[in-house]
T-cell receptor, first 110, second 115 residues
Framework: LAKTTQPISMDSYEGQEVNITCSHN???????ITWYQQFPSQGPRFIIQ???TKVTNEVASLFIPADRKSSTLSLPRVSLSDTAVYYC???????????FGTGTRLQVFP | NAGVTQTPKFRVLKTGQSMTLLCAQD?????MYWYRQDPGMGLRLIHY???????AKGEVPDGYNVSRLKKQNFLLGLESAAPSQTSVYFC??????????????FGPGTRLTVL
């Protein structure tokens, strides 16, 4: 199974760019990489998904190197409302091999 | 659209009691999932379903049973609750297999305490 490893916590200030890296050394050929955001007392919310190279949407970018053994979620110009836990999920939605990491708690300061 | 809803939001059980958690989705998703989340830990997959009438085991299925009699509903049952099952339970659903994006939509969670 593609276990994931993320930093436990990160601190940032408003307006800065934040990069959170997830390691997944045993990623399988048909696994996708998905990032979720979770606020206290809420269910996780989808941020971005990718398979290889770079993906960008209106809220984040996802960088995946050629070997796919890691991925980096990039949040441009964070605000206080970005304070949350961010999870990296590696897996194939056609199987039960959906592994969430333990998450990275991001604290954004004014 | 209500999205994914879970019933109940909170529940306290005594050891050995049974209960059923209900998950409902109105997005016509094929796939549905049950996760548990313990303090300081990520989500762990309990059971999942790829369609009406089908279920499969996830990472931590012991002590739980599920049923998917209707496409929009996914039930999680605890036959004999144990303190180790104290957790927050999340239900999720996703697009059909083969979609470009396999985003999971999560419910608000059910906080279960087993005394």
């Amino acid at each position: 199974l593609a276990k994931t490893t993320q930093p436990i916590s990160m601190d940032s200030y408003e307006g800065q760019e934040v990069n959170i890296t997830c390691s997944h050394n045993n990623i399988a050929t048909n696994d996708y990489i998905t990032w979720y955001q979770q606020f206290p007392s809420q269910g996780p919310r989808f941020i971005i998904q990718g398979y290889k190279t770079k993906v960008t949407n209106e809220v984040a970018s996802l960088f995946i190197p050629a070997d796919r053994k890691s991925s980096t979620l990039s949040l441009p110009r964070v605000s206080l409302s970005d304070t949350a836990v961010y999870y990296c999920l590696v897996g194939n939605y056609n199987t039960d091999k959906l592994i969430f990491g333990t998450g990275t708690r991001l604290q954004v300061f004014p | 659209n209500a999205g994914v809803t879970q019933t109940p939001k909170f529940r306290v059980l005594k050891t050995g009691q049974s209960m059923t958690l209900l998950c409902a989705q109105d997005m016509n998703h094929e796939y549905m999932y049950w996760y548990r989340q313990d303090p300081g830990m990520g989500l762990r997959l309990i059971h999942y379903s790829v369609g009406e009438g089908t279920t499969a085991k996830g990472e931590v299925p012991d002590g739980y049973n599920v049923s998917r009699l209707k496409k929009q509903n996914f039930l999680l049952g605890l036959e004999s609750a144990a303190p180790s099952q104290t957790s927050v339970y999340f239900c999720a659903s996703s697009y059909p297999s083969g979609s470009v994006y396999n985003e999971q939509f999560f419910g608000p969670g059910t906080r279960l305490t087993v005394l």
